[in-house]
T-cell receptor, first 117, second 114 residues
Framework: AAGVIQSPRHLIKEKRETATLKCYPI?????VYWYQQGPGQDPQFLIS???????DKGSIPDRFSAQQFSDYHSELNMSSLELGDSALYFC????????????????FGAGSRLTVL | DAKTTQPTSMDCAEGRAANLPCNHS???????VYWYRQIHSQGPQYIIH???NNETNEMASLIITEDRKSSTLILPHATLRDTAVYYC???????????????FGKGITLSVRP
């Protein structure tokens, strides 16, 4: 079965540079979520999109932005990178519209590891 | 979303059942209990979820108390590959969109020993 695809898997950037992470959801899934997991931390919700519109926002820095495109893939853009942005970034997707309550299960990708030097 | 409380860690012997407890005493009537696990630095993996009734799938069983204030995830025959952090998450299911995220807490580290 198709899974959530994230790219790149590893990314190394310098401070103050910009990085873009991409997420390709499971086909037919209409909702995308982004999470950040720092070293030794638990995954923290950043932002989500439903049908290409932002649906929820968590602790996402102002330096970060994201969007969902017409083909439902999503990109997380991070600017003015700081050392503290070094983390695993997970994307998840789910099918929300028309799904019975309780069946809206999030499927996560393998993650993108960002290292800021 | 209601908060959950889990022990920090536990271990069990390979081949034995692993019973992972979770307290969610402030859970609301329309909130589900979800379990995910994360094997070292991999993406979180869905295990099972339930509302009121006990649930079972090919991975695990979920036992929810009658008052819904606590639950137990049961891995019937733990293997070394089950070593992971297990997250018990309470989540409102209100499609579409808003408030459908998962909020991860601390989780419990399960170590399966040979």
């Amino acid at each position: 079965a198709a899974g959530v695809i994230q790219s790149p898997r590893h990314l190394i950037k310098e401070k103050r540079e910009t990085a873009t992470l991409k997420c390709y959801p499971i086909p037919r899934h209409d909702t995308v979520y982004w999470y950040q997991q720092g070293p030794g931390q638990d995954p923290q919700f950043l932002i989500s999109f439903y049908e290409k519109m932002q649906s929820d926002k968590g602790s996402i820095p102002d330096r970060f932005s994201a969007q969902q495109f017409s083909d439902y893939h999503s990109e997380l853009n991070m600017s003015s990178l700081e050392l503290g942005d070094s983390a695993l970034y997970f994307c998840a997707s789910s099918l929300t519209q028309g799904v019975p309550s309780g069946a809206n299960v999030l499927t996560f990708g393998a993650g993108s590891r960002l290292t800021v030097l | 979303d209601a908060k959950t409380t889990q022990p920090t860690s536990m271990d069990c012997a390979e081949g034995r059942a692993a019973n992972l407890p979770c307290n969610h005493s402030t859970i609301s009537g329309n909130e589900y209990v979800y379990w995910y696990r994360q094997i070292h630095s991999q993406g979180p993996q869905y295990i099972i979820h339930g509302l009121k009734n006990n649930e079972t799938n090919e991975m695990a069983s979920l036992i929810i108390t009658e008052d819904r204030k606590s639950s137990t995830l049961i891995l019937p025959h733990a293997t070394l590959r089950d070593t992971a952090v297990y997250y018990c998450i309470v989540r409102v299911d209100t499609p579409p969109g808003a408030n459908s995220k998962l909020t991860f807490g601390k989780g419990i580290t399960l170590s399966v020993r040979p």
